[in-house]
């Protein structure tokens, strides 16, 4: 047991997630089956300032709005348990930065949503990469034939950002083989006709 006062490292003293046999340790996400009749699903900035508890909180914004899901995992995660149930937050995983971050902010990401199903809170995975050469990590602990979320902000800037973007896609669906994705963004005109998918905006207030 931690000395009294002491920190935690990296949250193991808080909750040690259920791990399977991955490369890096990745925890694993339950998911879920479908989504709600009528979820509405608003950022976390907007959701600590309007209380809509009747709607889920999602993270596709800048990082530091939402690392404190992290900092203060045991706090954050009673506020987030007011809510109907989250999409997990997105750790940026920059293609350009090195993969140790990469691999660490996957993990953040993989072991909030972890701790938040272990305490009732339903959680839709969030998927990403950072670019072919994360694949061999970047889809471990998700579940498979569940609702996913993907969001494709900027991707459509330019054409390698796009390509990137839909290669993912196709892996996540060839990989996971999800009863829905919810797609936070610009919507795609190319996108595999046997994925079922769903667009899902912010509030109007936002």
Excluded at 13 to 39: D, L, Q, R, W
Excluded at 70 to 96: C, E, M, T, V
């Amino acid at each position: 047991m931690p000395m009294v006062g002491r920190q935690d490292f990296q949250n193991c003293f808080c909750f040690m997630p259920m791990v399977e046999t991955n490369k890096y340790g990745f925890p694993v996400v339950k998911g879920i089956e479908s989504v709600p009749e009528g979820a509405t699903f608003i950022n976390s900035e907007f959701a600590r300032r309007n209380k809509s508890y009747d709607s889920w909180v999602m993270f596709y914004e800048y990082d530091w709005k939402f690392e404190k899901m992290w900092q203060q995992p045991k706090r954050q995660a009673k506020w987030l348990s007011n809510f109907q149930g989250a999409i997990a937050p997105q750790f940026s995983i920059y293609s350009d930065i090195p993969m140790a971050l990469q691999i660490y902010s996957m993990y953040k990401s993989r072991w909030c949503s972890a701790y938040w199903e272990s305490l009732g809170i339903p959680v839709i995975p969030c998927v990403y990469s950072g670019g072919e050469r994360t694949y061999d990590w970047c889809f471990d602990g998700l579940p498979k034939h569940s609702v996913v979320s993907m969001g494709s902000m900027g991707n459509h800037k330019n054409e390698d950002d796009a390509k990137c973007w839909l290669n993912c896609f196709e892996e996540m669906a060839r990989r996971l083989d999800p009863s829905l994705v919810l797609l936070y963004g610009a919507h795609w005109d190319n996108l595999p006709s046997y994925v079922p998918v769903k667009y899902i905006t912010p509030s109007r207030n936002e």
